[in-house]
């Protein structure tokens, strides 16, 4: 019976059904063929959304919408110029550092790819780089915020794993770094290759105008993870205070006003609501799946395959990117982790470093058809068709595969500073 859902469930999605509808109808078909009461299914739903972890999703979200709306990106663009802009291919450089910088307020790369993008790639395409690097350049940099904290996709990750959401932030800023190096470095390659133009003359007073144009801007981030690294705050309570920070920097810059504050509350409403739609349902998928006893066969059938957990991350990550190329980041987790859990038990493989390769290789299928939301934001806003960009950004691509590879190798990179700083 498991089998008709799952492919029911792959179909519905083929269909370009809505997520919640390709999650949900299979799930209620199984109740009835098997003879359960329907009562199970907002039981089931109710239960999985009952988390307090849960409030800092519209939170997160939030501060992201309002820090666009009241020009932080620009401040966060002219800083990133005046620090890197003047080396060959500069403004790859600032549209690597301002992901950077961004992502550690929005925690959504649709958001990064939009906000930051607007801007990146009309700059890049006046000063006569190729529009489709340009926008790779823009996407490929997008995948840094669901990794470096706060990271949506890993607030559900953790509640659906029970692993600890603030170390699973602190996991992500060693692979964040490591991808944005990464990325620069990418970028250098491709420019002098392109012989891309330099930018103004490195001004020390720029700099310095520019960083106190932004220095509350880049307080956020230093308030978000300084107080989840402190402890002071948790990650619940640190996305409630980055929205009211950012609602004073509002007042502040005297951008604020009620229509435009009005706007994006109703715009993170409705992006939650459909958010958490899908979330409860997949309570339900995972009361079939635990039912249908799928996790214990699916560690039998891995046992008889691989002995290593070093093997069986891999097959897990493996499908984890295959899935991604059809579903969105939020069903792969919610579907896929109760499953695997009973693995991860089994072959005593660090939740935490699973975790956060998980979120990654998730972000993977941000930027790759046919359900890429951050492809689909940043052709937007290139102006470019899909296709052209997808295939300019295929060397980010395999660069994210092998920096996967380098993390599965060396756990460190993500579990040095989570448990150096969070002990319990």
Partial sequence: MITFVLLAVFALLLMRAPIFVALGLPALGYLHFKGVPFALAPQRMLGTVNESILLAVPMFLLAGRLMNLYGATERIFDFAQAVIGWIRGGLGYVSVVASMIFSAMSGSAAADAVGVGTITVKAMRARGYDPS????????????????????????????????????????????????????ALVSIISWKRGYPKGDPFSIRLVMQTFWRAILVLLTPVIIIGGIFSGILTPTEASVTAVVYVILLGIIYRMISFRAFYGAVVGTATAVGALMLVVSVSGLDAWVIAREQVPMMLANSMTT????????????????????????????????????????????????????????????????????????GVAMVSKLPIDRVFWATLPFFFMLIV?????????????????????N
């Fill in 305 to 376: 395959l691989v002995d290593s957990k070093i093997m069986v991350m891999i097959l897990i990550l493996v499908l984890v990117l295959i899935l991604g190329f059809f579903m969105d980041a939020t069903p792969v987790i919610l579907m896929l982790v109760p499953a695997i859990m009973p693995l991860v038990t089994a072959y005593e493989i660090d939740p935490l470093h699973l975790g956060v390769l998980f979120c990654i290789v998730c972000v993977i299928g941000l930027i790759t058809p046919p359900v890429g939301v951050a492809l689909y």
């Fill in 133 to 184: 690097f340009a926008a790779a350049v823009t996407l490929g940099s997008a995948t840094l915020s669901p990794v470096i904290p706060p990271s949506i996709i890993m607030i559900i990750y953790g509640a659906t794993a029970n692993v600890s959401i603030g170390k699973m932030f602190i996991g992500g800023i060693g692979p964040g770094l490591l991808m944005g190096i990464s990325m620069m």
């Fill in 403 to 423: 920096l996967i590879g380098v993390m599965i190798a060396v756990p460190q990179i993500i579990t040095l500073l989570p448990n150096f700083f969070i002990t």
